[in-house]
T-cell receptor, first 114, second 114 residues
Framework: GAVVSQHPSWVICKSGTSVKIECRSLDFQATTMFWYRQFPKQSLMLMATSNEGSKATYEQGVEKDKFLINHASLTLSTLTVTSAHPEDSSFYIC??????????FGQGTRLTVV | AQSVAQPEDQVNVAEGNPLTVKCTYSVSGNPYLFWYVQYPNRGLQFLLKYITGDNLVKGSYGFEAEFNKSQTSFHLKKPSALVSDSALYFCAVRDDQAGTALIFGKGTTLSVSS
């Protein structure tokens, strides 16, 4: 089946620094990618939707200047958490989908900001 | 290791009939269980969750799910299907240990005919 690779699987960074998370579709062209954040003991929250070559559409309450999303190619989207703070510590999960196809999920990235 | 299975790729029902979308899971600890729906060209939307308490969970759009510990199942149900319920449904699970990510099933396409 289709594979979505998310990298890194975990990262620890210092408060105030920026962290980039990559989401790659390995065997299909992902025209749409979704970024989710998982809060402890809670369900997933959709952060933004990005279509290749277009600006991402952010959900209400998500700071677009803090969570920079780039979807420059059909196989790669990146999420950059800028000026990270401890409250940004979470699991971030990407999902990729070809036009009209099913969505496949990355394995998630655990971000810890110290 | 955590896992979740959705044995059916597609479920077809007639409008007005009851629907069931199946999900079974495996976790090492106590399960947190979720159902999400994805409409065409949209990101995931949360439907319902089971954390603890009553085994019958009611969620959005008239959906409900029953947690069955002995059968390790969390099937999604609705008494009367609507054509607008046609979408892709994902079951997800994580155990109750801190720091674990959601594991999603492969998804089941629900098609409701008029």
């Amino acid at each position: 089946g289709a594979v979505v690779s998310q990298h890194p699987s975990w990262v620890i960074c210092k408060s105030g620094t920026s962290v980039k998370i990559e989401c790659r579709s390995l065997d299909f062209q992902a025209t749409t990618m979704f970024w989710y954040r998982q809060f402890p003991k809670q369900s997933l929250m959709l952060m933004a939707t990005s279509n290749e070559g277009s600006k991402a559409t952010y959900e209400q309450g998500v700071e677009k200047d803090k969570f920079l999303i780039n979807h420059a190619s059909l196989t790669l989207s990146t999420l950059t958490v800028t000026s990270a703070h401890p409250e940004d510590s979470s699991f971030y999960i990407c999902s990729a989908r070809a036009t009209g196809g099913k969505a496949f999920f990355g394995q998630g990235t655990r971000l810890t900001v110290v | 290791a955590q896992s979740v299975a959705q044995p059916e790729d597609q479920v077809n029902v007639a409008e007005g009939n009851p629907l069931t979308v199946k999900c079974t899971y495996s976790v090492s600890g106590n399960p947190y269980l979720f159902w999400y729906v994805q409409y065409p060209n949209r990101g995931l939307q949360f439907l319902l969750k089971y954390i603890t308490g009553d085994n019958l969970v009611k969620g959005s759009y008239g959906f409900e799910a029953e947690f069955n510990k002995s059968q390790t199942s969390f099937h999604l149900k609705k008494p009367s299907a609507l054509v607008s319920d046609s979408a892709l449904y994902f079951c997800a699970v994580r155990d109750d240990q801190a720091g674990t990510a959601l594991i999603f099933g492969k998804g089941t396409t629900l098609s409701v005919s008029s």
